[in-house]
């Protein structure tokens, strides 16, 4: 309690200008014994000292004021604090010898008094600041806390061990670094030595009697995360994590930033490079319309658009709660933002019609769709009525609507599609495509594969599954799967929009295919348990329609663009004629529930569907995606 009381009463301003009042007389009296060499001050120097003190103080409070030596605190004492103090004492120590000069002509004034009176009163007001600063970032006891070793000694730990050290919880201490430049092993930070590398953790853990371990390297990508997460795995001891710098809002590294080590860290890539200039040019104050808008995608597409400042954004979704919620999310984000909302469905051409007629869009977004793949094979009437018919409907109103750009979503599963979720998003693909070259309207499509936490999921379900106690439930154990984040997917549909002249599709790159089983393994590990010992993995065999392996193009399909993320495939031409017919033959046999003639029309138009026994069995990897300049 008296600490704290005393604490309070430093963080007095007023406080604080009492103490440089009193060092004043300190710093004019100690320049005068300096000057006679630390000896007695002769009585006729002492005298013409005293009469001129209270010039001195009442010229130097003044400064003191003007330069706002008090807006900040002891406890934050920093550079900028000594520079204002610096330029205090030399404006007071000049503004004295002025005065003194036109009244006495410097008569008893030895002139090296006012150097040696700067410096003493420099050093009599910053010193205990930083002394302050420095106790209380120390705190001269030792603490109850845990003991934290920080792996990585760069700009964020030593932003980190700083403020531990401020905590006045004591909660963490920092007992050493590690980190992988075998240069800084020996060096101190913050007082803190680094203590070896990563390498090393285990035996450090053991050495030093460590409870936890802090990772402090926000711009490592997957593959030295996922090697120092190992190493902090064999270490035993609790691991966390700061937040990437793409996460980071602000500059600043703080203790109650820190977070548990994520799926996210170890499947993420290197932070994606857009032109932010060509994305404003087709968004910025341009009328948006997002279906879809309340899934996983579409509702990052809103955010990422709202944050941009189109003229104003339209979000139409057929789930009532997912629509409440975006809304409720950017309205409150983006109170400036001129927003809309529509709930309804794709297929409803009346209400769909009525609609681009209301907002008049120039750009649509159009991100809604049935995805769950095994769901589909049994629900082949749906898939088709919404994923293509759905699609046609918004493709032809855009059209007639004089829509500028129109950008479908799509997704790996329509390359050689085995199922009918593939099958019918290559059949919009399709669509769109042949429509581009008849329509002023941009049509564009941007295909990739699966996002990380998207609705329904693998990465959402292996979590309920652990909380449940397991097991996590594998297809296959060679199954794998590319992933790219729900944000870093907008951010490249944002970017193909702006690239795309028309009837293109673009896919987007999604780095390293990744396996479902080791997926499922790390995210046991940092549940803090182990794969086969805590939790079970249970193969369940492949489900209908899905595919050891998704593929994002066919073969020799692929060319680069100016985006070195974004790829562009060049698929086959379809007969307009052709297409229209089979288009009106899905329609009447969506009318009619004839599921048979809706796949029979599906499969005339995409040939190269496989047969499910055909999926299967294939083993066949698919060729390494590279992206080419």
Request: contains cysteine; hydrophobic residues 45%.
């Amino acid at each position: 309690m008296q600490a704290f009381k005393l604490n309070r009463w430093l963080r007095n301003p007023s406080v604080a200008f009492l103490h440089d009042l009193a060092m004043i007389p300190a710093a004019w009296f100690g320049a005068y014994w300096l000057r006679f060499n630390m000896g007695v001050i002769p009585p006729e120097f002492m005298s013409s000292a005293l009469k001129w003190i209270p010039l001195v103080v009442i010229a130097q409070a003044g400064t003191f004021l003007y330069f706002q030596l008090y807006r900040g605190h002891w406890r934050f004492a920093s550079i900028p604090d000594l520079i204002r103090i610096i330029k205090a004492v030399i404006a007071g120590t000049f503004s004295v010898m002025v005065i003194i000069f036109v009244i006495s002509r410097m008569e008893l004034m030895p002139r090296s008094i006012f150097p040696l009176y700067s410096v003493l009163l420099v050093g009599l007001l910053s010193f205990p600041r930083l002394l302050y600063r420095w106790i209380k970032d120390r705190r001269l006891y030792i603490g109850e806390g845990k003991r934290v070793l920080i792996v990585g000694a760069g700009r964020a730990g030593d932003m980190l061990a700083r403020d531990m050290f401020r905590d006045p919880a004591r909660s963490l201490i920092p007992v050493g670094f590690v980190d992988d430049k075998a240069r800084k092993v020996g060096m101190d930070i913050q007082g803190v030595r680094v203590l070896g590398q990563p390498d090393q953790l285990q035996q450090l853990v053991e050495q030093y009697d460590i409870d936890l371990i802090i990772l402090a390297i926000p711009s490592a990508q997957s593959k030295e995360m996922q090697r120092i997460v190992g190493f902090c795995e064999h270490a035993g001891v609790p691991f966390r994590t700061l937040p990437r710098f793409q996460d980071l809002v602000a500059g600043r590294v703080a203790v109650d930033s820190l977070r548990e080590v994520g799926i996210d860290d170890l499947l993420g890539r290197e932070p994606v490079s857009l032109d932010w200039n060509s994305i404003r040019n087709e968004l910025q104050g341009k009328r948006v319309l997002v279906t879809g808008g309340g899934g996983s995608i579409g509702s990052e597409l809103c955010r990422q658009v709202a944050g941009i400042g189109p003229a104003s954004l339209v979000l139409f979704e057929q789930s009532e709660f997912n629509l409440f919620e975006i809304e409720r999310e950017l309205r409150k984000a983006y109170p400036q933002l001129e927003l809309q909302v529509c709930l309804g469905d794709v297929t409803d051409t009346t209400l769909v019609d009525n609609v681009l007629a209301k907002h008049l869009p120039q750009v649509i977004f159009h991100a809604a769709a049935y995805k769950h793949v095994p769901m589909l094979e049994h629900q082949v009437r749906q898939a088709a009525r919404n994923n293509i018919l759905g699609t046609r409907t918004m493709a032809l109103a855009a059209d007639r609507h004089a829509v500028d750009a129109f950008v479908m979503i799509s997704t790996d599963k329509a390359v050689n599609p085995a199922n009918v979720m593939g099958a019918s998003k290559r059949v919009a693909e399709i669509f769109c495509q042949n429509l581009d070259r008849r329509s002023a309207t941009r049509f564009i499509t941007v295909r990739f594969g699966n996002v990380l936490g998207s609705a329904g999921s693998v990465v959402p379900l292996f979590r309920e599954q652990i909380r449940a106690g397991g097991p996590l439930t594998v297809t296959h154990p060679e199954m794998i799967r590319y992933f790219m984040t729900i944000p870093e997917a907008c951010q490249l549909i944002l970017q193909a929009g702006a690239m795309g002249k028309g009837g293109e599709i673009f896919v987007l790159d999604m780095g390293e295919p990744v396996k479902i089983t080791y997926l499922a393994e790390q995210m046991i590990r940092l549940s803090g348990r182990e794969p086969g010992k805590d939790i079970e993995i249970k193969f369940t065999g492949l489900r209908p329609g899905e595919k050891l392996f998704e593929e994002l193009f066919h073969e020799k399909e692929l060319s680069g663009t100016s985006h070195e993320k974004i790829l562009l495939a060049q698929a086959r031409p379809v007969d307009g004629d052709y297409l229209d017919q089979r288009m009106q033959r899905l329609e009447e046999a969506c009318q009619h529930y004839d599921e048979p003639a809706i796949m029979k029309a599906i499969r005339e138009l995409v040939p190269e569907m496989q047969a499910p026994a055909q999926a299967q069995e294939s083993n066949v990897i698919p060729f390494e995606v590279k992206s080419k300049a």
